[in-house]
């Protein structure tokens, strides 16, 4: 290959390069949980800035032979954290005047690695990816749906509940993507591990806004529909789902629970038949319970404080013994100045407590920042991380109402 021949792909190279930390750079990350809930405004975090990329000609040059030899046929294309993997749109299914359900599926070429690492991230639980929408060069975490029945969720196969919103760049691109059009994911992005923060705990209660019911889901389907790694009969925990949308059409499966519909099997769509199959599967496990805006019905205090006190079917055996507060998975204080996604990289880390196995009870909250600041107060940037920060809102005030009675809850703001 001639000189001119390697500088002109060393130049094309570095132009590749520089554009994608370009846009890695611009990139906002938002979660899934764009829900319509009155003030609560779209949720984003920025990643943080990555420098520039400058490359001596001569270093450009060998980097690009390299390129050359390998070929880009060669690469691989499979879901990382680190580039976009292109994934086909199977269906794009309206479930309500606002949202939809988006379905998409791997490329056959990247099926098998995509399958390992789908696995890995229902294993996991709790997991997010990133759309790109390449116009405007932004990117956006979503929640998948967990699978249907039936499945394991290795098909290559994804769902997403999706609210178009007002003014919103990339709900809006995706409203608009067809059968066969292709999209662009980055991830698994593996959030809280709940059961090893559950320990012997055997509750948990789970505050939604709109869109944010996906990793309440996702829970029911690690910790009600998952079998025990041994196969043994192991004991579940019981979930209670408090679920606010501002519009009545929004409630999806609520006429169904309620016992005033009738599921439709041929007609409905599948997301309407998934939540009544999964209460009709896990009984008293598992609750639901809906708040409208609209009917002047909001989650109260009072609603939150009974749902921490309501007697599940798997209630905590007995008082749960002090945490220590150097514990990896059960110190409210460290909790406090922890992320996420720092539970899916320290995943080996020990429990500390002097108990045989402990654990703690577990409030979630996911939703748009709104949404999460009025129950659990907002989350804190720090040296370019976006950390859980103290327990405010509703649930600060009952922890102050009612000193010592919320020592075994761990609050989760996602």
Not at 14 to 26: D, G
Not at 195 to 217: H, Q, Y
Not at 366 to 389: M, T, Y
Request: proline residues 5%; hydrophobic residues 35%.
């Amino acid at each position: 290959m001639c000189c001119g021949g390697a500088n002109a792909i060393a130049n094309s190279l570095v132009k590749y390069l520089m554009q994608e930390r370009a846009f890695s750079a611009s990139t906002t990350a938002q979660r899934s949980n764009n829900s319509t809930t009155p003030g609560s405004g779209p949720k984003s975090k920025t990643k943080s800035r990555r420098s520039p990329l400058v490359l001596p000609l001569g270093a450009a040059t060998v980097l690009a032979a390299s390129w050359y030899a390998l070929g880009p046929e060669n690469k691989d294309e499979s879901l990382n954290d680190t580039r976009f993997t292109a994934f086909d749109v199977v269906s794009n299914e309206p479930v309500s005047p606002t949202a939809f359900v988006l379905t998409i599926r791997s490329r056959d070429s990247e099926l098998a690695k995509n399958s390992a690492k789908l696995k890995a991230a229902w294993e996991h639980g709790l997991w997010s990816v990133e759309f790109k929408q390449p116009q405007l060069q932004i990117a956006r975490h979503y929640t998948p749906l967990p699978p249907l029945e039936g499945e394991d969720g290795t098909e290559g196969q994804l769902r997403f509940l999706v609210r178009k919103m007002q003014g919103g760049e990339m709900s809006n691109y995706l409203s608009r993507m067809q059968i066969g059009s292709q999209v662009w994911l980055r991830g698994p992005h593996h959030g809280f591990d709940i059961p090893k923060r559950l320990g012997d705990a055997r509750e948990i209660v789970f505050l939604a806004g709109g869109t944010g019911i996906a990793p309440a889901l996702q829970m029911v389907h690690k910790l009600l529909d998952t079998k025990s790694a041994d196969g043994s009969a192991n004991v579940k925990p019981s979930i209670r789902i408090l679920w606010a949308n501002r519009r009545s059409f929004d409630c999806v499966a609520r006429d169904e629970l309620q016992g005033r519909r009738k599921a439709d099997d041929e007609m409905q769509s599948v997301f309407l038949r998934q939540i009544p199959n999964m209460k009709r599967k896990h009984g008293n496990q598992l609750s639901i319970d809906y708040f409208v805006d609209d009917e002047k019905k909001i989650i109260s205090i009072k609603d939150v404080d009974a749902a921490l006190r309501s007697t599940g079917a798997a209630k905590t055996p007995s008082t749960l013994l002090p945490a220590d507060k150097s514990c990896r998975w059960h110190s409210a204080e460290l909790l406090a100045v922890s992320m996420d996604e720092d539970d899916g990289q320290t995943s080996d880390a020990a429990c500390s407590c002097a108990q045989a196995s402990a654990g703690r009870k577990i409030v979630c909250v996911s939703g748009p920042d709104g949404f999460i600041e009025a129950f659990a107060g907002p989350k804190r940037w720090v040296g370019g991380r976006e950390l859980q920060g103290p327990v405010q809102g509703v649930l600060g005030t009952i922890k102050r109402q009612n000193k010592g009675t919320m020592d075994d809850w761990l609050i989760l703001k996602m």
